[in-house]
């Protein structure tokens, strides 16, 4: 199993403004992933980052709205750039192995309101 | 990825066996069906997978019907716990591939388990 650490768990930022969202993990994983949770909403896949290339994102999001790193493979950060009241949501980090057909490991998440 | 349809709620008594099920009637001969839950502020939480065969663990059983057009998930004794928002995905198999490691979720089924 993997643990996952996210930081911070929640945040009030103003409009305009970024946040950086951590993502530690307790050990090494191939793939990692970022979701976006609108209120009252299920998850929506918003990229995939492996260490050492690019992150894939999914239609609907770009990376200047979502610059992501993913520096080695416990750690990876996803920024919420130039936030309006509409990316208030919570945003997870999960993560798999890498192996065939295995179970994903989630963070506990980010709840984020933009104000 | 095949789309899932699930019933929005259900109730459960506690003690009771919970029969959620799920249609994936589009679903491809290389994809699994997988069972994650999220309990409330949570992120979500692996609870068991299959392919054709009928699957059971610690948390629960997988039922796939022959054609694999639906299955079920039991959970066979349920506790006050289990109340959760369950969702049922249809995950092409293995490694490689753009879609791999994609999990597209639904909206779920909200089970509340009741004394």
């Known amino acids: 199993s993997a643990v996952i650490s996210q930081k911070p768990s929640r945040d009030i930022c103003q409009r305009g403004t970024s946040l950086t969202i951590q993502c530690q993990v307790d050990s090494q994983v191939t793939m990692m992933f970022w979701y976006r949770q609108q209120p009252g909403q299920s998850l929506t896949l918003i990229a995939t980052?492996?260490?050492?290339?690019?992150?894939?994102?999914e239609s609907g999001f770009v990376i200047d709205k979502f610059p992501i790193s993913r520096p080695n493979l416990t750690f990876s950060t996803l920024t919420v750039s130039n936030m309006s009241p509409e990316d208030s949501s919570i945003y997870l980090c999960s993560v798999e192995d890498g192996d065939w057909n295995t179970e994903a490991f989630f963070g506990q998440g980010t709840r984020l309101t933009v104000v | 990825d095949a789309k899932t349809t699930q019933p929005t709620s259900m109730d459960c008594a506690e003690g009771r066996a919970a029969n959620l099920p799920c249609n994936h009637s589009t679903i491809s001969g290389n994809e699994y069906v997988y069972w994650y839950r999220q309990i409330h502020s949570q992120g979500p939480q692996y609870i068991i997978h299959?392919?054709?065969n009928n699957e059971t663990n610690e948390m629960a059983s997988l039922i796939i019907t022959e054609d694999r057009k639906s299955s079920t998930l039991i959970l066979p004794h349920a506790t006050l716990r289990d109340t959760a928002v369950y969702y049922c995905i249809v995950r092409v198999e293995g490694a490689g591939g753009t879609s791999y490691g994609k999990l597209t979720f639904g909206q779920g089924t909200i089970l509340t388990v009741h004394p």
């Open positions: 299959g392919l054709k």
């Open positions: 980052a492996n260490q050492g290339s690019e992150a894939t994102y």
